[in-house]
């Protein structure tokens, strides 16, 4: 199934290939870092951390944490489209280039998740109308035969369209993958679960060793570990998400590129006869 081979793949590219996932790793573990030692944050919260720090150092700080985020929200899909292609991936020149890149995931993003949105509350209706017209307990259950389905749905769906934008470079590709994706419903319900399954253990792991780590005390050193581990890890989650997104996406369209509509497909053959 193109489920289990889009997960496996990503799991098996990322284990093999670190300059996917080192980058926005780091970047993300340094950003948590800063955030759990400025005192904001689950983790702070956790070790109950409270430092005091003038507002002068801490908002530079905050602005400085939310900058290195940026780029994780292009690199990986885009260090994943390298090594797909056979090219190699060059760190500091896609660091450089993912800077602009996540700026405008950022923005595009709250486009696809508005319309992702949308497209939930439809598939949700039998659900909602179930939940509202059954009694309760009974509502619960039954209304959550159709809503499990839907959920898995779009969370596959989701996955696949930021990746699909940055594969493509085309804001038309996230909007028609929805279209694929309904055609494979269930190999995109399925690829939704997997995903998910995979993202919470990962979370998971690093819930639990943040929580020994925390055991060890609640001071700055021990907010700046927990701060990056717990950073570091949920990046990886991310990176997974990224990854077997863009592979899910050409799996089901069946194409390495997407041809934009307005694109016009000429046989080097024809061109050569005239």
Known sequence: MDAFNAIGTAFRTISEENKIWRVPVVLTGISMAVLTVLGIGDDAELIAYRPDVAWEIAIPLVLLALLLRIPTFYYPTMAYKHRFNGEDINEGKLLRESFIGGLKVILISIVYGLLAG?????????????????????????????????????????????????????????????????????????YGFLLMLSVVGIVAAAGGIVLMISWMGGGAITALVIGFIDGALSELANTLANVSGAEMFVRLTGRLTWRKRDEVSVDPDLLASL
């Not at 939940?131 to 959550?144: D, F, M, R």
């Not at 499990?148 to 909007?175: C, K, N, Q, R």
Request: hydrophobic share 65%.
């Open 118 to 190: 949308f497209i939930a509350l439809l598939l949700l209706i039998p659900a909602i109308f179930l939940y509202l017209i059954l009694p309760e307990p009974v509502s619960y259950v039954v209304a959550a035969i159709p809503a499990i389905p839907a959920v898995l749905f779009v969370l596959g769906l989701i996955a696949m369209m930021v990746p699909a934008y940055i594969w493509t470079e085309d804001f038309s590709a996230g909007m028609d993958i929805i279209g694929a994706a309904w055609d494979e419903k269930k190999e995109t319900m399925v």
